[in-house]
């Protein structure tokens, strides 16, 4: 599951219980990432998905045959397709910003990676680090590497503004007593904000 997928199930998590049916709990309303990709699992599993699913298939073009009046979606794998429906999630923001006008930057002998790019392979620990930003990624990625690195700069153009992250346990008997009637999903996310 790509990063940002996982995010999107963030969102989802908040409302402590995206599929009631399917019996799941977030132990947290910002659950965190092995929670988040253990309920992807359960979810394919319990609704047989992974047949149905093309993972790391990018689609290269999809074109509306009028006479059939159905969609040739065709992938970088090869597959061809056809639908009648074609539903577009691909995100406004899956590709990364990678800056070119820092100056000295292709000059830099230390080690450089993007947020989007994580390089796992890479220890920061008692690391001089530079985090240039101050947006989203950096606001959850300094925490961490403040906590693991033996310098840390953080370069700031334009400050954010943040509020403070509503976080903590789902209890999971305020869980057992909500009543999956219509428009529930609506009212927990009316009673977090
Ligand atoms: C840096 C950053 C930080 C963020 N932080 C947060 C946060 O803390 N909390 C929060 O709630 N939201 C956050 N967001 C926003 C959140 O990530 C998005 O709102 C959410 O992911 C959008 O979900 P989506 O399903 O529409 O698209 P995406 O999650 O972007 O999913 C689109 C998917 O489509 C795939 N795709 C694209 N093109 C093709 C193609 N041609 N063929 C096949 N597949 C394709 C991509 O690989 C991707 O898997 C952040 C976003 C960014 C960029």
């Keep these: 599951m790509s990063h940002t997928a996982a995010l999107a199930l963030a969102d989802v998590a908040v409302a402590a219980e995206p599929t009631p049916l ?17 309920y992807a699992r359960f979810i394919a599993d319990k609704y047989n998905l992974y047949d149905r699913i093309l993972a790391d298939t990018p689609v290269s073009s999809a074109v509306f045959d009028a006479e059939q009046q159905q969609w040739l979606v065709s992938t970088e794998r090869g597959d061809s397709v056809t639908a009648r429906f074609v539903i577009l999630a691909n995100g406004p923001l899956t590709e990364p910003k990678f800056p070119t006008d820092i100056a000295g930057m292709d000059d830099f002998a230390g080690h450089t990676f993007h947020t989007a790019r994580w390089d796992e392979s890479f220890d920061l620990s008692g690391k001089r680090v530079g985090v240039i930003g101050t947006g989203t990624s950096a606001v959850q990625t300094v925490p961490r590497v403040a906590e ?4 840390l700069t953080v370069f700031q153009r334009t400050p954010i503004y943040c509020t403070p992250k509503a976080d903590g346990a789902v209890d999971p008997e305020w869980h057992h007593k909500l009543k999956y009637e219509d428009g529930w999903m609506d009212k927990v996310r009316d009673d977090y904000w």
């Design 22 to 38: 399917a019996g799941h709990r977030f132990t947290q309303n910002y659950a965190k990432q092995p929670e988040l990709y253990a």
């Design 148 to 151: 693991v690195a033996e310098h």
